[in-house]
């Protein structure tokens, strides 16, 4: 049973008296294939365009990647992607990666940068107000590890004779967590907890090997489901699925959902279902829902916008990315009384990009822009002098090491 509990793809999944996965062909042996097998499936053909379909899907790929796996005496329940490598098990600050799957959650959280400031958007604060953790499964790890795309010297050499395509079924995620109790940041500060610990009475907990505890506030996920089209700045094709799920009682949540543009309408005895065959049934992991699903650029002709309350919290209100002194000068808005939220991960993933020729010194990533809907001429133009994408995949530029 754990091993069906803890599969990566879409796993067998009946459920009586429920239809089929909204008419894709009344066939629920979709849910045995893994998302690597996606490709050569006839539901490639109707994901663009069927919402509740991706809806389905999202529900589905959270769930397989949040089953419980192994605990552990002071976290005996953990979602299994918090035992996937990390972006510091996959981009080591010195040697190579040597990371051993198979093993229980760590006794810390690998707390990542968050990418406003490694983009220089904002300036990071000691003590930020909640902790980030990108983690990946073997596919994506293996195809990163393996073409050593975890220096920027080993980048400028794979691109020399390769553009960098990541494998059908590679999984990355970004999780956020807030603090509970006292922790130590990054700078080692020690921190306070969040003010309002009691919201997150139901949410999922981690203990950390110090005993500092944090509630997990959500997460982005991103899968690699086909093949990346030639000309991926401009491209409506499949390649890579995005959704964004989120604690039920974060603050602003309410607000975040209005301003991101798809609807869920997965009935909720389909949702009970998925939860129950994962494991997540009856526990905090199923007080986790969608804000919303993207395939592409555009659905219906308008940008799609999808983000998350807390790791997209610089792009909305009165915070503009693309005008960093007017960032500097407003005043933050929060998630609740936010009127505006220019987010989009497929649009901001598409320009993820480096300059092989910078390598090791200054200009080696491109600057992070803000955008929604497809790419802007003016982005594609400053791409286009020097930069070479990298598959959606921001870690690259930014976690690979100069040497």
Request: charged share 15%; aromatic share 10%; hydrophobic share 40%.
């Amino acid at each position: 049973m754990m091993q069906m509990l803890r599969c990566l793809g879409l796993c067998t999944l009946m459920v009586a008296g429920l239809p089929g996965a909204y008419g894709v062909a009344q066939d629920m042996s979709l849910l045995d294939l893994h998302p690597s097998q996606y490709a050569d499936h006839p539901v490639m053909e109707t994901l663009p365009s069927d919402l509740a379909l991706q809806y389905f899907m999202a529900w589905v790929l959270f769930a397989s990647a949040t089953s419980p796996g192994d605990g552990t005496a002071e976290n005996p329940l953990v979602p299994s992607w918090m035992s996937w490598p990390t972006d510091l098990d996959t981009f080591p600050k010195s040697g190579d990666p040597d990371f051993t799957f198979g093993k229980p959650v760590k006794a810390g959280l690998d707390a990542v940068v968050a990418k406003e400031t490694l983009a220089a958007l904002e300036v990071g604060d000691a003590c930020a107000a909640e902790v980030e953790v990108v983690a990946r499964n073997r596919i994506s790890y293996d195809y990163l590890v393996s073409n050593r795309l975890y220096t920027q010297s080993g980048v400028a050499a794979y691109l020399a004779d390769n553009d960098i395509e990541m494998p059908n079924g590679a999984y990355e995620i970004k999780g956020v967590f807030v603090p509970l109790t006292a922790y130590t940041d990054l700078q080692g500060e020690t921190c306070p907890p969040v003010e309002d610990v009691a919201r997150y009475d139901d949410a999922f907990h981690y203990v950390a090997g110090d005993g500092a505890r944090f509630a997990w506030a959500g997460m982005h996920i991103m899968v690699k489901l086909q093949p990346t089209p030639e000309d991926l700045l401009n491209s409506e094709a499949v390649s890579w699925f995005w959704t964004t799920f989120e604690y039920a009682a974060n603050p602003g949540l309410a607000n975040i959902r209005k301003l991101n543009n798809t609807r869920d309408t997965t009935p909720p005895g389909l949702i009970g279902a998925v939860q129950a065959h994962f494991g997540l049934s009856g526990t905090p992991l199923e007080n986790y829902s969608p804000n919303g699903v993207q395939v592409s650029f555009t659905r219906d002709e308008s940008a799609v916008i999808l983000g998350h309350s807390m790791l997209e919290d610089f792009a909305g209100g009165t915070v503009h990315m693309l005008n960093k002194a007017a960032a500097e000068s407003d005043v933050r808005v929060e998630p609740e009384d936010f009127t505006f939220f220019a987010s989009s991960c497929h649009s901001c993933h598409a320009v993820a990009s480096v300059n092989p020729e910078n390598a090791n010194q200054e200009g080696f990533a491109f600057p992070m822009p803000l955008v929604i809907g497809p790419v802007a001429q003016a982005v594609q133009d400053d791409l286009a002098q020097a930069y070479r994408q990298v598959d959606f995949m921001w870690p690259i530029p930014f976690q690979a090491r100069a040497e």
